[in-house]
C-alpha cells in the first residue's frame, strides 16, 4: 500500500514503514510502529509527528526558557517562533538540533528523521575552499556509500552556484549573508526532513534565496524559524 506522505507498508506485514533515502546508508524501510490492519496503519502515518517534545523544561541559571512546554511537529508544517529577545526562541531550536539536552522532560522523534540546523551567525568549519568547508559541515567523510557521497557533494557545488557563491572562494572574510547562503546551501545538499532556521531574515533577503533556488526546495521540508 503505497501513502502520498511517504509512509507504505510492507507487503503482508502490519508495520508502519517509513520508505527513504538516507545519505548515509541508502535506501531502506524504517520500521515506525506496529498496527492491526492496512487502514489504520495508514491512518497513522498520516497522523504521525516528525518530533514531540513533552514536559520539556529546561534553565540558565535561575531563568527558566521552557517550563513543562509541549509540542509537535508535523510532516509539511512550516512553524514560526515568535517573541522577545531571551526567551527561548533560539534555545528551543538547539534542543530539536540535539544540541542541548533538557533539564527534565523527554523529545521524541520518528525513526530516521534527519533534522538540519542554521544557526543565526553560521560557523564554517577552516578549509582551503568554501566547498571543502561545506564538505566538513556536511560530514560528507561519514557517508560510506561513494556513489550517495558523490550526490550531496554536486548539490553543495549546484547550491553554492545557485546562491551566487563560488566553491573555490575562501571561507575568510565572507559577509554574514554569504554565510547564511552558503549555510543554506549545505543544508538543502543534505535534504533534510526538518530544516531549521534561526533568525533567517538577519544578513538574508529570503525573497532573493527564494527567487535564486527552486520554489518548490522549500515545500519538500518541514520548517520550523523564529
Known amino acids: 500500500l503505497g501513502i502520498d506522505n511517504g509512509y507504505e ?15 548515509r546508508q541508502g535506501s531502506r524501510h524504517v520500521p515506525l ?13 498520516r497522523l504521525m509527528p516528525l518530533l514531540t517534545l513533552l514536559r520539556a523544561e529546561l534553565a540558565f541559571g535561575t531563568h527558566p526558557l ?3 512546554a509541549e509540542f509537535s511537529l508535523e ?15 533560539s534555545s528551543l531550536l ?3 538540533a ?6 527534565d522532560g523527554e523529545m521524541q522523534k520518528s525513526g530516521g528523521v534527519r533534522v538540519v540546523s542554521i544557526r543565526q551567525e553560521p560557523e564554517l568549519p577552516a578549509a582551503p575552499s568554501l566547498r571543502e568547508s561545506l564538505a566538513l559541515w556536511a560530514e560528507l567523510d561519514s557517508i560510506e556509500d561513494d556513489r550517495v557521497r558523490w550526490r550531496v557533494d554536486a548539490r553543495i557545488v549546484e547550491y553554492l552556484h545557485r546562491f551566487g ?12 549573508g554569504e554565510r547564511k547562503r552558503a549555510a543554506l546551501a549545505g543544508a538543502f545538499a543534505l ?26 526546495d522549500f515545500l519538500y521540508y518541514t520548517v520550523v524559524a523564529n
Open 191 to 216: 535534504e533534510p526532513d526538518v530544516l531549521l532556521l534561526d533568525e533567517p531574515t538577519n544578513h538574508l533577503d529570503m525573497r532573493k534565496v527564494l527567487a535564486k533556488s527552486r520554489a518548490s
Open 66 to 68: 521552557l517550563d513543562r
Open 94 to 96: 538547539e534542543v530539536i
Open 98 to 103: 540535539g544540541r542541548i539536552a533538557l533539564d
Open 9 to 23: 507498508l510492507s507487503a503482508g506485514a502490519s508495520v508502519l514503514l517509513r520508505n527513504r533515502t538516507d545519505e
Open 33 to 45: 510502529l506496529a498496527c492491526p490492519d492496512v487502514l489504520h496503519c495508514a491512518m497513522l502515518a
Open 75 to 89: 510532516p509539511g508544517e512550516r512553524v514560526g517562533l515568535i517573541g522577545r529577545n531571551g526567551t527561548g526562541k
Open 165 to 176: 557563491l563560488e566553491g573555490t572562494a575562501t571561507t575568510a572574510g565572507l559577509s554574514g
